[in-house]
Every structure is written in C-alpha cells, then in structure tokens.
C-alpha cells in the first residue's frame, strides 16, 4: 500500500518536473531526479519480492508467472524493448514497436525465467547505491546453495515518468547487452523482418 | 620490479571491441561447439552420473588446491602482499588440515583465495587485452589472456617440484574438475552454445564483459555502454 502510495508521487513529480522542463529548459536535471536513497529503495522492493517467490516452495510455473509480473511492475520494458531492438526500430510503425515489446516481455520472462531455477533456496542482499552518469546504480549481492557469492547490479531511472529498473550487470555482463546481441541475431536469422522476429519471440 | 608496476596503469577499453580474428575465430567456435557435443558434454554427463557429489566437490578443491602455487607466484609478480599471503595460508590450511586439499575448511575459516593467473599478472604490467581470441578446448580468451594461459601452463611452479607420476595425478584432476565444472553449469553452458542465435556472440560478450569486471576496469569506463532514455535506437 505505501508503495503503491510513493510511486503514485514519483510518478506525480515525474510529470510535474517534465512540465518544469518545458516551461525552464535552463533547469539542471539534478534538481528534480530522484535521489539515490529511493533507487535503493525501488531495489529493495523488488529483491524482497525475488526473494519472497523463490522461497515460496511454488511450483516453477508459478515462480515464471510472478516473475514475468515482478519484470513488468518494477522494469522499464518499453524503454529496454526499443534498446534492445536497436536501429532496426527506427524504420518500424509504432504497431511494429507495440507489437514487438509485448513479444519481448514474454520472450525475455520465459527465457531468463527458467534460470531462476538455479536462485531457488538463495538470497539477495541489497547494498550501496549511487548516482552515475544519467542514472542510479544498486549493488545487490546474490547468495546462492553451493556458490561464491556474486554481485547483481540494477541501473535504475526515473526518466519514464516512474522509478523503475532498466538494466541488470551480473559480475559485469550488461544484460541489456545480451539481450541486444541476441535479439540483433534473431532479426539477422530473419533477414532483417521485423514482423518474422515477433512471430519468432512469441512462439519461442 | 616496483617501478615496472607503478609505471603502468590499467589500460583503457577500445571504444568499439573490433574482432579482426573473427573469421578463424566463427572456425574454432564451430569446432570446440562439436567437440563439446561429441566428447567433453557426454564425458560431463558420464562423470557427473557416475561420481557422487562429494567426489566431484573433493576432485574440484584438489584442483584448485593445485592452482594455488601458481597464484602465489602471480599475486607476487603483481606485487599483491596481500593476496600472496593469503593464498599461502589457504595453501598450508587445505594441505595439511584438508587432507591434501580434498576438503576446503580454509573457505570455512573466511580465507577464500584469490585466484589469479599469468593473464592478470600482465594486465597488472600493463599489456593491453588485445583481440579476442577463440582458442581450439580452451574456449574464449583475448590475445593477452591466451599468452597468460600458456605461461600459466610452462611457468606453473608444481612444473618443476612435482614428479613426473604426481605431474600426470594432476593433470588428470585438472581434466575431471574441467569436466565437473562442464556438468554442474551445464544448464548456464548449454543455453549460450546451444540456445542462442549466435553462440558466438553471445560467448564473446559475455566472455569480455565478465573478464573486465574480473580485472576491476570498471563498467563506467565501458565505451560500449548506451544509455537508452538518451537514444532508444542508438547502437
């Protein structure tokens, strides 16, 4: 409830700091982004959620539904969707871009979703957070069964209008990254036809 | 040897990561994806069937165990104090109370190790990363990286102190911790080789990626980075 509550008011002063902008484009952003200590709050929110659905003992179908629904709550999905696509989104209709980003949302929750087999039973930790370049940056640290622990880190932005994550660096690999050379492979496999690659994601 | 490594910093990441091997690299790549469908997976499988986890477990910390001499070595050369000296203790500790390194009770203890090797120890001296290489068993390296692998492989101390019987006992460790390490990610192993558009890619992202952050060049400095609230369609 009192989350619901503070997004409702991130999202309010995201809308009244764009019409700041408009009206002041001399304004620093600075002045109206939001500070590092809700980022980490946005992260905290959502590595308890993790960590609550992989030691709920649910079956693993049910853990994919919760975490498809967690990566559309707490993730910029339209913004990571068109990242991912690339410059091939520049020739496409916005049909095309709708199209393709609730093609990639099931795509992405299924495929990285069956990998959260290996957290079952584990935790993560949510440590410092600080400003960078654009953006916030939370280093989380996940402690899995039988395993070193490894650091997770969330880049997360306001810029949407909303706190959310858009990016996830596991022990360095920038998933956005990932996904871009994955999804870059995927249209090149269909000769550049966006319409075959969101066919493709929704029958993988 | 102290001015030599206060002379030199980390080098800076190319903008773009160029990949002028590609060509032979795609060949290596195909051949090590068969080689891992034909022999190493199926040997994986067989050996992780077979050997209970605790065999694995003991085969894998013999392993390491045997890598820490190197370590020292290397931890020395990078004029690390630090991580000599605890690599050492962790050396003394699995040797003697974990029977010759079958158990790790020095993990327990809170000394993890700090495993290095000859490619770190030239980073540390300054040689750049150089293009990436995919090497034929091996998997992916950098030019930097596979020439610290074959000084990893001649310049190992246990090379010179082990007989030769004890030299091949290692050596046949070293080949089933390999294949443990292939059975018990087999899972993470198999999605990028065998379900990904382009396994090739896919393993050389994430093989830099991982590689910088294991050598500390930061994600701050990585030019390849892209904003995508600055330009959503931006490559």
């Not at chain 1, 990571?80 to 049909?95: F, K, M, N, T, W």
């Not at chain 2, 962790?90 to 790790?104: E, H, K, P």
């Not at chain 2, 198999?190 to 992202?205: E, F, G, M, R």
Request: aromatic share 8%; charged share 20%; with cysteine.
């Amino acid at each position: 409830m009192a989350n619901e509550l503070s997004r409702r008011r991130v999202l309010g002063l995201g809308l009244a700091a764009g019409a700041a902008i408009c009206l002041a484009p001399g304004l620093p952003r600075a002045a109206w982004a939001l500070d590092v200590g809700q980022a980490r709050g946005l992260i905290d929110d959502v590595v308890n959620e993790i960590n609550r659905v992989i030691n709920s003992g649910e079956s693993e179908a049910a853990m994919l539904t919760q975490f498809e629904a967690l990566f559309v709550r707490y993730a910029d999905v339209p913004v990571i969707a068109r990242s991912v696509l690339g410059p091939a989104g520049r020739q496409a209709s916005p049909e095309q871009i709708s199209g393709f980003t609730t093609a990639f949302q099931g795509y992405i929750s299924r495929r990285y979703g069956r990998r959260f087999r290996e957290f079952i039973g584990g935790r993560i930790e949510v440590g410092d957070a600080r400003a960078v370049k654009s953006y916030y940056e939370v280093i989380t640290t996940a402690f899995l069964q039988g395993e070193s622990p490894f650091e997770v880190r969330f880049h997360v932005s306001d810029k949407s209008g909303r706190l959310l994550f858009f990016n996830i660096i596991i022990e360095g690999v920038n998933m956005l990254a990932s996904a871009r050379t994955e999804i870059g492979a995927m249209l090149d496999r269909q000769g550049g036809n966006l319409d075959a690659l969101i066919a493709e994601l929704q029958r993988t | 040897m102290c001015l030599a490594v206060a002379g030199c910093s980390a080098p800076p990441l190319p903008a773009v990561t160029p990949d002028p091997y590609e060509g032979r690299n795609r060949s290596v790549h195909g051949f090590n994806k068969t080689l891992d469908q034909t022999i190493v997976r199926p040997s994986a499988f067989g050996y992780g069937g077979v050997a209970p986890g605790p065999l694995r477990s003991g085969i894998q910390n013999i392993s390491l165990n045997l890598g820490l001499p190197s370590d020292i070595v290397n931890s020395l050369l990078q004029a690390r104090p630090g991580a000599a000296l605890e690599n050492t203790v962790r050396l003394a500790v699995n040797t003697t109370i974990g029977i010759g390194g079958v158990f790790d009770p020095a993990t327990a203890m809170g000394i993890e190790g700090e495993p290095t090797g000859y490619g770190e120890t030239l980073h540390v001296w300054g040689m750049a990363e150089g293009n990436y290489v995919e090497v034929p068993l091996i998997g992916p390296s950098t030019d930097r990286d596979a020439l610290g692998l074959v000084m990893d492989i001649f310049l190992d101390p246990l090379r010179f102190t082990l007989p030769t019987v004890e030299a091949n006992v290692s050596t046949g460790v070293q080949i089933l911790a390999g294949l443990g390490r292939r059975y018990r990610y087999s899972d993470t192993i198999d999605s990028i080789l065998y379900d990904s558009a382009d396994s090739y890619a896919q393993l050389k992202l994430l093989y830099l990626q991982n590689r910088r952050f294991q050598l500390g060049q930061t994600v701050e400095n990585d030019a390849d980075f892209v904003d995508p609230y600055e330009d959503p369609y931006g490559q």
